[in-house]
């Protein structure tokens, strides 16, 4: 796979080197030049997951990397289920919330992990992350206790639910976690000002797992060919999609599996109040405002990382504005949502309420609606618990972390702060 930088074309890397250096010159994001087409799709869908998995990675990767390598590091990475469930007639339900970390981020973290394992020599390697929920968890379960990783991650103090920052802070040995006095949105400058340092990023050998890492965004793609497998036949030619939106990581990904062929009708990237992208394919200028606190926290995003990747798609006609929708859902709604899907006989989470609701404003007639379930809805146990009037069974892993006391240490909304103590602590 042959990428370059979206703010600079002359910056030209290979996957690999996308993979270990994560974000590029002038925070710019590396995108491939070109994504070719899969032949069959039909034999695809024949697959199991694992398989088909490894075949669609293969294809995006290229010959970097043999196809039995790619092979064995998706079966250790994807080692847990995807489930498509029906919820209401034609409205579909992709469950993503089965692994490690019960959310959709274990799919990136977990391949990522074995991409770095194959790629690093025996170099050390610093992984700084900042997290707006639950891609700490995932980053952190992937890379424990591996041998020369570090891993950092920055979280918004407060802002993201006890379930979320038990899942990592509680890990400790090569877990580093900081509770910063800001929004994710800061979080993330912090992460980008380290990139910018060149002494901190040589000193500790920086790599970011945030979703601006290729190999987290092509894990992502293999989950939507899941769902349209698990569709009934006759459906698959014509699915909207429905992705709960913050970063814009997952629905680049599903984008990317549209344009190398997976049949995909319509493309929701639905938000909470949080509603950059949505004002934007209104008027086409970009304004962020101030982040706002939001139940579907991990959607607290104002500025996505993703955004220009999945532009940059759309401008070249590699899928047609026309059938993408952008949508925001506001605090009300999302708990109304939540209500309705109960009454169909599902539990979901703020998040994966905001899909559905996303899903349903723009739904042909016809259509197989499919939209993303990305936590479970233990992981907001609080919100989902209140607004539903119903007590939810903790999953093990769940139970288990919260018992554990919190390691992480607070730290003020100030990159000098986060630099001093990485280069004494990391370097
Ligand atoms: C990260 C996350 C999202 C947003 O995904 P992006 O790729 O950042 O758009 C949605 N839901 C949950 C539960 C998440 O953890």
Redesign the pocket.
């Known amino acids: 796979m042959q990428l370059h930088n979206l703010k600079d074309s002359t910056q030209q890397v290979s996957f690999v080197e996308a993979v270990k250096t994560g974000l590029g010159r002038n925070q710019g994001v590396f995108f491939p030049d070109s994504l070719n087409k899969l032949s069959n799709i039909d034999a695809l869908f024949e697959m199991d997951f694992v398989t088909r998995s490894s075949v669609i990675l293969s294809h995006l990767i290229g010959d970097e990397l043999p196809a039995d390598t790619v092979a064995d590091m998706v079966k250790i990475a994807f080692n847990f289920d995807v489930k498509l469930v029906e919820v209401e007639k034609n409205i579909y339900c992709l469950e993503l919330f089965h692994g490690p970390t019960l959310?959709?981020?274990d799919f990136g973290g977990r391949l990522m992990a074995q991409c770095l394992a194959q790629f690093n020599q025996g170099e050390k390697v610093t992984i700084l992350t900042a997290t707006?929920?639950?891609?700490g968890a995932a980053v952190a379960h992937a890379f424990y206790n591996k041998p020369n990783i570090d891993v950092v991650i920055l979280y918004p103090k407060g802002k993201i639910s006890l379930a979320q920052q038990k899942l990592f802070t509680t890990l400790g040995n090569n877990i580093h976690c900081y509770a910063v006095e800001g929004s994710f949105d800061d979080c993330q400058s912090m992460v980008k000002n380290a990139f910018l340092d060149d002494e901190v990023k040589t000193r500790l050998g920086l790599n970011s797992a945030n979703?601006i890492n290729i190999s987290r965004l092509v894990a992502q793609v293999c989950y939507y060919f899941e769902a349209i497998a698990q569709l009934p036949k006759e459906q698959r030619a014509n699915a909207h999609i429905s992705?709960?939106?913050?970063?814009?990581?997952?629905?680049c990904a599903a984008m990317i599996g549209a344009v190398i062929g997976m049949p995909v009708a319509k493309l929701s990237a639905t938000t909470n109040q949080n509603d950059t992208v949505p004002r934007f394919m209104l008027d086409k200028n970009w304004a962020p405002n101030t982040t706002l606190e939001s139940l579907?926290n991990?959607?607290d995003?104002s500025k996505?990382n993703?955004w220009p990747r999945v532009q940059h798609m759309l401008d070249n006609d590699w899928f047609s504005y026309d059938s993408f929708f952008s949508t925001s859902v506001d605090e009300a709604t999302t708990q109304t949502a939540m209500k309705k899907i109960q009454q169909m006989g599902y539990i979901a989470e703020p998040?994966t309420a905001i899909a559905y609701q996303g899903l349903k404003k723009d739904l042909a007639a016809g259509s197989a609606g499919i939209f993303l379930a990305?936590?479970h809805p233990a992981k907001f146990k609080d919100s989902v618990e209140d607004i539903l009037g119903i007590e939810l069974d903790m999953p093990k892993p769940l139970a288990d972390a919260l018992a554990k006391p919190c390691l992480a240490q607070d730290i003020a909304n100030d990159y000098a702060l986060l630099r001093k103590e990485l280069l004494e602590k990391l370097a």
Do not use: C, E, L, R
């Open positions: 959310a959709f981020k707006s929920g639950d891609t979703s992705v709960p939106s913050g970063n814009f990581g997952n629905v579907s991990a959607m995003v996505p993703n998040h990305t936590a």
